[in-house]
């Protein structure tokens, strides 16, 4: 998981020529350097109890919803907010594929001074109360996404740990944690499982 340390913005300007508009400026959304809404004035958060939101406006006419991809689930973690992959709409096809940015630098955790920031220029992200809590079952979706090589299957396959894949472990003796993760993921995690982000070097 990618723990944001610094939100800003920057400014943009949208191009709605090929629509028959004109030039419109906007702002960008930058955490850690890397572009995660790309027109903060056209942000639609629409009161989805399922937390579905799609970063990405149309940069060709600034409707919402007019591209396919750039949608993630805002979860509750904790003190601090996350964005997922929309995992249950990306079962049924690739409208609802995620940011780039969730492939390159992870799954973002906002909280602390980050979540201020975030909340400053997008106040709705901040209501966490207005959030679902993250629970187990998507905590191992996230586990999955981020592990290298497909060493827990590729999505939209369930997670299953492909030990032909690992070499070695720091933790356990032998193969010891291989079989803990394993049993972890097998599990079966439900909806009601609460999460607890738990830093790798706290």
């Not at 990306?90 to 630098?105: R, S």
């Not at 070499?167 to 499982?193: C, F, K, M, W, Y």
């Amino acid at each position: 998981m990618w723990a944001v340390d610094r939100v800003e913005t920057r400014v943009r300007e949208l191009d709605f020529s090929p629509s028959g508009g004109g030039r419109c400026p906007t702002k960008s959304l930058v955490a850690d350097g890397v572009e995660i809404v790309n027109a903060i004035d056209f942000l639609d958060v629409a009161a989805d109890a399922a937390g579905l939101v799609q970063l990405t406006t149309c940069e060709e006419c600034g409707t919402p919803g007019c591209n396919s991809g750039g949608w993630v689930v805002l979860r509750r973690l904790q003190s601090g907010l996350v964005m997922l992959p929309a995992f249950e709409e990306m079962e049924d096809g690739g409208e609802f594929a995620p940011p780039y940015f969730l492939k390159k630098c992870g799954v973002p955790f906002f909280t602390g001074a980050a979540l201020e920031l975030l909340g400053a220029q997008l106040p709705a992200f901040a209501e966490l109360p207005r959030w679902t809590f993250l629970d187990s079952r998507e905590a191992a979706l996230v586990l999955q996404w981020e592990a290298p090589c497909g060493v827990l299957e590729r999505f939209p396959a369930g997670p299953r740990l492909r030990d032909d894949l690992v070499a070695a472990s720091t933790h356990g003796r032998g193969r010891e944690a291989l079989g803990v993760l394993s049993t972890l993921i097998a599990r079966q995690p439900g909806q009601n499982d609460r999460c607890r982000w738990c830093p790798a070097n706290p």
